[in-house]
């Protein structure tokens, strides 16, 4: 596409991301705590068939660069509708109805399918930050307007990029994810303590229920998973979306399958092996990088009571002790997360309509609801079974640079 060029930048978008070289990419990727935004996940997403054109994703990534430099980077998509984004906008499309204002095709900056904190552009370390996201601001609002685009949304953002975004003119809307933190627990009878007797005793059930039913939980990480197991993966997946979510089965085998040449080693498995059995019955699948870990999906081929949350919850809560793990975002859902030590905690989505009269409502509304929005964590934390009360965690803890490794 047309590139532009401004102070000795040029800014360019690119159709898929394989028309960027993968070092210069990762770069500018691999400093950030989120291994979402790396170029193999993302890659992995449009050539798996899962990120596409035909599935409403369309990939129009912008680049800057200095000379032949790549100096700055946003992953960007334009979308037709709102599946895959878990970020629930119908209202906001259904009042651009009614006011007869543009909605779709919208511009989207996330990673596709992935309810994690994180998004944020890419910046070299050493350059102007600020004055390079205002240029990517402004090229995309050229974009916006050249293409006839109802707005521009950026989800699961980083909480230290988000102010930065408010000055160039986007309107903050609060979430909630349900977050787990290592308070320097030394192992999981001592996370065990923070709960209330009652709850205690629950947990302790649950897992004895689990090995009970005459199964045990192992953990296996990158090199340890052989490639015969990330077909398995699908399978678990596809079975766990055709039961309980069948719109929501957004992920390919072939996705699956090529996790293994190339970003193995960022996955860690939860397996699930009845007594002296070496194929597994269930599975949860998660993705690490540094000291975070990111629940992604789970499955199992029958019914094990409690399963689910030894898979889930348990047993990769047990793992991140052991491991140093920090923060631990088990997926999407709240449910049964609230009973097991999982906070609410406040993620944010960054929001600019075209349509003055949808950015004049959303300017005037958006406090009220940010405040409901508060009220309802406020409400879910108060009513965690700790026998001391544990605070959510401050969406600064959830900042998204940190080491790779």
């Not at 930065?164 to 001592?190: A, P, R, V």
């Not at 340890?224 to 039961?243: K, N, V």
Request: aromatic share 14%; proline share 6%; with cysteine.
């Amino acid at each position: 596409m047309l590139g532009q060029r401004n102070a000795g930048y040029t800014a360019s978008w690119v159709a898929q991301i394989a028309d960027i070289p993968q070092l210069e990419w990762d770069e500018l990727a691999a400093p950030l705590a989120t291994p979402f935004l790396e170029w193999e996940w993302l890659h992995n997403l449009e050539t798996s068939g899962c990120a596409t054109p035909r599935e409403g994703w369309q990939p129009v990534h912008l680049v800057v660069r200095r000379d032949r430099q790549l100096v700055a980077a946003a992953p960007l998509y334009v979308k037709g509708h709102s599946y895959g984004e878990f970020v629930f906008d119908h209202q906001w499309a259904e009042l651009a109805y009614r006011l007869g204002a543009r909605y779709y095709p919208k511009l989207l900056g996330m990673t596709p399918f992935t309810p994690a904190v994180g998004y944020r552009f890419l910046i070299a370390p050493g350059e102007d930050e600020a004055a390079l996201t205002a240029l990517i601001v402004a090229e995309i609002d050229r974009f916006c307007d050249r293409e006839q685009l109802g707005g521009c949304h950026f989800l699961f953002v980083d909480p230290d990029w988000r102010s930065l975004l408010e000055t160039l003119g986007f309107s903050s809307w609060m979430h909630h994810s349900y977050i787990w933190g290592n308070n320097n627990y030394q192992g999981f009878d001592d996370y065990l303590q923070t709960f209330n007797a009652n709850q205690r005793r629950n947990i302790k059930k649950e897992r004895k229920k689990v090995m009970n039913a005459g199964l045990r939980v192992e953990a296996h990480v990158g090199e340890e998973i052989p490639r015969s197991f990330y077909p398995l993966i699908y399978r678990f997946y596809s079975h766990t979306c055709d039961r309980f979510f069948s719109s929501s089965k957004y992920l390919t085998r072939q996705f699956f399958e090529q996790l293994y040449p190339n970003y193995r080693d960022r996955v860690v498995t939860f397996v699930a092996y009845p007594e002296d059995e070496p194929h597994p019955v269930g599975l949860s699948f998660c993705i690490r990088k540094g000291d975070r870990l990111y629940g992604r999906y789970w499955g199992c081929f029958e019914d094990y009571d409690c399963l689910h949350f030894e898979a889930c919850y348990y047993k990769p809560i047990e793992w991140g002790i052991a491991q140093g793990i920090n923060s631990f975002d088990p997926g999407a859902g709240g449910r049964h997360k609230r009973r097991r030590g999982f906070p609410a905690t406040p993620n944010f989505s960054l929001h600019r309509f075209t349509d003055p009269r949808m950015a004049q409502i959303l300017q005037h509304y958006i406090g009220e609801i940010d405040a409901a929005e508060q009220e309802a964590i406020d409400a879910i934390n108060d009513e965690l079974p700790f026998s001391k009360r544990e605070v959510a965690l401050d969406p600064e803890a959830l900042s998204e640079r940190a080491p790779s490794k």
